[in-house]
Nanobody
Framework: QVRLVESGGGLVQAGGSLRLSCAASGRTFSTYAMGWFRQAPGKEREFVAT????????YYSDSVKGRFTISRDNAKNTMYLQMNSLKPEDTAVYYC???????????????????????WGQGTQVTVSS
């Protein structure tokens, strides 16, 4: 099992930036992909971005493409989500997740559904004011 701890959330004005961090510990060597999801009140958990740890390739939802950047520091076992040009509709609890049991091994494997992930963090609140 991989333990994940998010940090970096907060309150920011529209147009501002935040960087979220996700520190991983435990069986990190088995993780094949990691991702960020978010959940606003009354809505389902929504895919934001994912990074394939084998190839380093990334995949984004259309709603954040061009504004958010997902990255990973292997030496620190930490994943990041740099969020720029934030909008009020980005307000949500953001969760990081780890996938250690992919159905296939490919540098183009991009898990985008919550049930594809094995481990989850506790979440961090991001609030964007207008």
């Amino acid at each position: 099992q991989v333990r994940l701890v998010e940090s970096g959330g907060g309150l920011v004005q529209a147009g501002g930036s935040l960087r979220l961090s996700c520190a991983a510990s435990g069986r990190t060597f088995s993780t094949y992909a990691m991702g960020w999801f978010r959940q606003a009140p009354g809505k389902e958990r929504e895919f934001v971005a994912t990074i394939n740890l084998s190839s380093g390739r990334t995949y984004y939802s259309d709603s954040v493409k061009g504004r958010f950047t997902i990255s990973r520091d292997n030496a620190k076992n930490t994943m990041y989500l740099q969020m720029n040009s934030l909008k009020p509709e980005d307000t949500a609890v953001y969760y990081c997740a780890a996938d250690a049991s992919p159905p296939f091994y490919s540098g183009s494997y991009y898990p985008r559904l919550p049930n594809q992930y094995d481990s989850w963090g506790q979440g961090t609140q991001v609030t964007v004011s207008s």
